[in-house]
């Protein structure tokens, strides 16, 4: 039996629904969401038991709610085979090694492999698309990149192979971070720095690109750390952020300048820059 994550089920009626379950999560750090293919329910899931169990306990009031634990190996089995390559621009996302790449017509393709855990990110997510779509509408070679909140490393090793000179991966989960270690050296990539650390508690490294897919209520928590963490004329990318919190959201980095705002289904994209 592989790692058990802690989750809830919740029925939603409509995707109005589903977006105000999510909003209401946030705050409770939740690391995944996985909707049933009919969409009459959600599973939200949380690195621990006690951050889903504060959740459950807040919610219950205007939710019907129900506890879990689902086994990742099980997940991974019943999950791999359904698993296509994410496209975004030049970059592929794979759930194993391919035997043929899927999609050669691309100019200078970029292949990762991500292996499929309930607790990190493949790059289904709209987030992590939205993430990988920024990334690639900068010119990152010869600079730094930091990715707050890496989980799976996919973004910290889609930086350095889009060209990024070194970059840092930081989370707050052991666990994600051995994660992360293992796909950066399944994909090769020999300039990625990984470490434990919570955004809210230690000092972020600055880099020339901040990544932060987190959730909106964190992201807006960390502001002040996010921007001291860019290099002066830098450009932080933020996700996970839900169509309602966009307001709360550019309040937080109001002194940045907005660059680039994309919407995906019902979650954010930001490219921000920093005063010089």
Known sequence: ???????????????????????????????????????????????????????????????????????????????HGDLSPVVVGRVTVYPAHPARPAFPAHRDPIDIVIPPSMGFGTGHHA???LCLAALQSLDLRGKSVLDVGTGSGLLAIAAVKLGAAIAAGTDDDADAIQAASE????????????????????????ADVVVANLTGALIVRAASRLVAAMKPG???????????????????????????LVQEDEWLGFTLESAR
């Open 234 to 260: 830098g450009v932080l990318i933020l996700s996970g952020v839900l169509a309602s919190e966009r307001d709360d959201v550019l309040r937080a980095f109001a002194n940045q300048t907005v660059i680039d």
């Open 1 to 79: 039996m592989g790692k058990l994550w802690p989750a809830f089920e919740v029925s939603v009626r409509d995707a109005a629904d589903a977006d105000l379950v999510l909003a209401a999560a946030d705050d409770y750090s939740p690391t995944a969401v996985e909707e049933d293919e009919h969409g009459g329910a959600l599973r939200i899931f949380f690195s621990t038991a006690e951050s889903r169990d504060r959740a459950v306990v807040a919610l219950c009031d205007r939710f019907t709610l129900t506890r879990i634990d689902v086994d990742d190996e099980d997940w991974a089995r019943r999950g």
């Open 127 to 129: 987030t992590t698309r």
């Open 183 to 206: 796909n950066v050296a399944l994909n090769g990539v020999t300039t990625v720095n990984l470490v434990v650390s919570d955004v809210m508690k230690e000092p972020l490294p600055t």
